[in-house]
T-cell receptor, first 113, second 111 residues
């Protein structure tokens, strides 16, 4: 089974800090995704990547950036953390575009104080 | 209007009941329809997916898609306490990268 690993389960950061969330997948998937999950809003796509060094904005990219230097690793960066970025962040990977969305990591619960 | 609408619940049923979970959508271009199960403090796991219309069965789970009504359902037969989780519907277009998720329905199965 493909495994998607997110480096931290819980993070607490201060407003204005630069925050890095790391995600690694071990099945050579082409596509990787970052979502945030908030009560009542479901999962919202922040950014995705369909190849190394390639990235595309999702529905809510403001305040975030991403990096994909290697195929297996996809990093989400909060340039200057704000309290409204307190959320559950989920990374996912998939082999094919437009099909079932593949496998999710366990999530990182980020609290910005 | 959201692209995908899903009743958040919570839905509470006794063990052994048949559970019906539903989503409606507005984008007629959706072709892939998925159901994810998410346990507390875990990431979603893909439960079932169907392509286009029709039914798909896997053990106690049946997924149905009615594209004419833009309505999808997940049925759980003989529900178990271990089925207690949040169920997310999700949809995407053929060849598209974006998957649109419902907000999730929280299900409790009481022993």
């Amino acid at each position: 089974d493909v495994k998607v690993t997110q480096s931290s389960r819980y993070l607490v950061k201060r407003t204005g800090e630069k925050v890095f969330l790391e995600c690694v997948q071990d099945m050579d998937h082409e596509n990787m995704f970052w979502y945030r999950q908030d009560p009542g809003l479901g999962l919202r796509l922040i950014y995705f990547s369909y190849d190394v060094k390639m990235k595309e904005k999702g529905d809510i990219p403001e305040g975030y950036s991403v990096s994909r230097e290697k195929k297996e690793r996809f990093s989400l960066i909060l340039e200057s953390a704000s309290t409204n970025q307190t959320s559950m962040y989920l990374c996912a990977s998939s082999l094919n575009a437009g099909s079932a969305s593949g496998t999710f990591g366990s999530g990182t619960r980020l609290t910005v104080v | 209007q959201k692209e995908v609408e899903q009743d958040p619940g919570p839905l509470s049923v006794p063990e052994g009941a048949i559970v019906s979970l539903n989503c409606t959508y507005s984008n007629s271009a959706f072709q892939y329809f998925m159901w994810y199960r998410q346990y507390s403090r875990k990431g979603p796991e893909l439960l079932m997916y169907t392509y286009s219309s029709g039914n798909k069965e896997d053990g106690r789970f049946t997924a149905q898609v009615d594209k004419s009504s833009k309505y999808i359902s997940l049925f759980i037969r003989d529900s178990q306490p271990s089925d207690s989780a949040t169920y997310l519907c999700a949809m995407s277009e053929t060849g598209g990268f974006k998957t649109i998720f419902g907000a999730g329905t929280r299900l409790f199965v009481k022993a």
